[in-house]
């Protein structure tokens, strides 16, 4: 427990003095103009801290990938195959979150590899993913998923149709691998949301 209040210390830390300025991991996909564009409403964005330094994504991208390895690779409804995957709603529902990097990164790997036969205009959406573009509740544990409707769902992934999912998740993805790159066992990542306008956190106390 001392180690992991530790973590939370070191991590909040690194999280004023990076992310706050601009400077994230030379593998990530943040910039000063991403934390500028939050500050004035733009889409919900997911901050990663660990060892090898701190970097931002966009929510997008995190829930491309997680809705389609539910629908693709655990048949609709999580199995815990992709625990540390999951377990990053909890940082979308407004609390901070930790997970093991080592895990999430052999995780995105998996899904990187099932899905890449996956195009986006073939992609599953999560009625979670659904509710919170609409503001609306919907648990982590209850989320089922079904085909997208590209026109309605994957708008943010528009001149992309005929790219595989992983690839269009590129934002997530490359945060991941980049700051998990040399990540050894009992290294921590952890996620925190920059809320926005649009996307209001909501406190749902549910994890997965």
């Not at 909040?12 to 004035?40: F, I, K, N, W, Y």
């Not at 377990?87 to 999430?104: E, F, M």
């Amino acid at each position: 427990m001392s180690c992991v209040r530790h973590f939370r210390r070191r991590s909040t830390s690194m999280l004023t003095s990076g992310v706050a300025h601009g400077r994230t991991h030379p593998g990530g996909d943040s910039s000063e103009r991403d934390v500028a564009a939050h500050s004035s409403g733009a889409p919900m964005k997911l901050v990663f801290t660990g060892r090898a330094g701190a970097g931002l994504c966009d929510w997008e991208s995190f829930a491309l990938l997680r809705d389609n390895v539910q629908h693709f690779v655990e048949g609709g409804l999580q199995s815990g195959r992709f625990s540390a995957l999951h377990g990053i709603a909890r940082a979308v529902d407004g609390d901070a979150c930790i997970v093991d990097a080592v895990r999430l990164r052999l995780e995105v790997l998996q899904a990187w590899s099932a899905l890449w036969s996956v195009r986006v205009d073939g992609a599953a959406v999560s009625s979670r993913t659904r509710a919170i573009r609409e503001h609306r509740v919907v648990p982590a544990g209850g989320s089922v998923t079904g085909p997208a409707i590209a026109n309605v769902d994957l708008l943010q992934f528009a001149g992309n149709w005929s790219a595989p999912v992983p690839k269009a998740a590129g934002s997530f993805v490359t945060a991941v691998l980049s700051l998990t790159n040399t990540a050894v066992a009992g290294d921590l990542l952890e996620v925190r949301r920059m809320p926005s306008a649009r996307q209001p956190a909501s406190r749902s106390g549910a994890a997965g």
